[in-house]
């Protein structure tokens, strides 16, 4: 399969699958993404390229069955490996890999394997602090291709801050909120500003996004330990008090 057809079959069920992993914040998206972008060389594969007989006879992967090893290869936008590896995730996901391991090659199934993973390793609260160390370790179990990991990381965090510049990045949990930012003007940033207010800071409600929002945005930021650059994105929406 190629990257293209990769990615236009990933992208059209990205946003909810990643929401229902509440892998759905800035930092938590660019991190998941650079992590997949690396394990999947460039998402140009979702199965390793090797044949997978170096993991005949692996019985810490479960392969305990002749040809167990090709079968049961690396597969996955994070490669799932290993005939008990293949069955513990599709009890998980409620499919059989384990009789169908070609499964885990597709696109879709690759995506939310990679959730899985990404959700049984706990690897939200190091994506929240912007920490690619720990999140490389995590993903890899050592920090093998940091470099390029830390590349396809800048370049996640530009194409979303692109698209956050342009609103059409948008809080995946609630369509309405619109990513603000100095300069936004309208009945949104009122209803940030009220937000801001319940949360106890002292900001006028005119619907303005101007210096003093900004200033209370990244205050509320910094006690929340979010990163605080005065952007609403959906992070910021996502810990605000709820609107009336």
Known sequence: MSQAAIITSIGDTLGNVLDSYAINTRFRIVHFLAQLAHESDGFCTTQEYA???AYEGRRDLGNTQPGDGRRFKGRGLIQLTGRANYHTLGGKLGVDLEANPE???????????????????????????????????????GLNG??????????????????????VARDTSNADHPVLRRGSRGPEV??????????????????????????AVMRFQSDKRLAADGIVGPATWAALPKGP
């Open 51 to 53: 044949s997978g007989a």
């Open 103 to 141: 499964m885990a090659a597709e696109p879709k199934m690759s995506l939310r394997i990679a959730c899985e993973y990404w959700k049984s390793r706990k690897i939200n609260p190091p994506a929240d602090n912007d920490d690619l160390i720990t999140v490389t370790k995590l993903v890899n179990g």
């Open 146 to 167: 940091l470099d390029q990991r830390r590349d396809y990381l800048v370049k996640a965090k530009a194409a979303l801050a692109r698209l956050e510049a342009t609103g």
């Open 190 to 215: 009122a209803d940030l500003q009220a937000r801001l207010r319940a949360a106890g800071l002292p900001v006028g409600v005119d619907g303005d996004f101007g210096p003093a929002t900004e200033l």
